[in-house]
C-alpha cells in the first residue's frame, strides 16, 4: 500500500443533491504531520468522521494500515486517538476523575497511563481544580490527554489550536510535534490557519467545497513558490471543461468570464496552449507567475477564509 497509514479511495459524502465530500483521495505516511487545510466548511470534519468511521460514506473506501475500515472498525480504530469534538468531560471532577473513568470504559490496561497522559500535556496530575474551573487552552489539552491514554500509532485532531490564545496556540503545536519526532506517531491534523498548518507539518492536503485540490509536501510547495499559469481567453468557463476533460486537473481557478489561474504544476505553458487553440478558444495571455505560499493557499482555495 506504499506505506501509507491512512489512505482512501474516492471517498464521498453526499448529503440529498449536496457532496459535501467528494472523490477525495488522500495519503498519509507513517511517522509524518499531514496537514488538512480548507476554510470552514470545506469538508475536513466530514472527512475525518468517516476515517473514524463515525459517518459512513455514501460511496468510496478507508483504508488504514493497508487494511479497508469497512470490517476491521474494532482491530483498527484501537490504534487510534482522536480529537473530532469536544470529549464529554464531567463539569464536577476533576481531570484525573474524568480520565479514570474514560480508562475504566476503554479498559485501558495500564494502570499509569492516567498520570503519564496529564503529565505528556502538561497538565497536574491529581489536582483539586475541577474541569469547570479550566480554560480553553487546559481543556484542549486534557482533550488531547484522553486521544493519548491509550498510547495510539495514529492520531487524528480536527482544528486543535481552534480557540486557543497565542501562548495556548504555540505550546499545542509543540506538543504535537513532539508526539511525532519523539513518539514516532503519525498525525492528521486539520485547520484553517495557513500559518499554522505552514510551521506544522510534513504533508499539505488543500480541500475546498468537499474536493481536495492539491495534495503535497510542505516542501515542495515551497520550492514552487506558488508558480501558476494566469490564462486569458474568449471564454473561461469553455477553458475550465478542457482543463478538466482533456488536461484532467482541477487545480484552477476562474478570476472572470475571460481569465483564470491555474496551478497545477504538471501543466506546461506549451500543452495548455495547444488544448485550448483545439477546443477552439481564442488565446490572449499566458503568462507563468509567482506568488507568495501565502498567496498561492489563498487563491486556490477561493481567496477568503484562510489566515
Known sequence: MGGYIIETKNLTKQYGVRKSVANVNIHVRQGRIYGLLGRNGAGKTTTMKMLLGLTQPTSGEVRLWGKPLAGNERRLLSRIGSLIESP??????????????????????NRHAVKDALELVGLPYQDKKLFSQYSLGMKQRLAIALAVMHDPELFILDEPVNGLDPIG??????????????????????SHILSEI?????????IHNG??????????????NGRYLRLGVSDASQAACLLETALHTKQFWIDDDRNLRIFDPSLSPALVSETMFRGGLSLYELHLCEDTLEDYFKRVTGGEGIA
Do not use: H, W
Open 211 to 224: 474536493v481536495l485540490l492539491v495534495e503535497e509536501s510542505l516542501s515542495v510547495l515551497e520550492s514552487q
Open 169 to 190: 496556540i504555540s505550546k499545542m503545536r509543540s506538543f504535537i510535534r513532539q508526539l511525532c519526532s519523539e513518539k514516532g506517531k503519525t498525525i492528521l491534523i486539520s
Open 198 to 206: 505552514s510551521l506544522l507539518a510534513d504533508d499539505i492536503g488543500i
Open 88 to 109: 464529554g468531560f464531567y463539569p464536577n471532577l476533576t481531570a484525573t476523575e474524568n480520565l479514570r473513568i474514560f480508562a475504566t470504559l476503554r479498559g485501558v490496561p
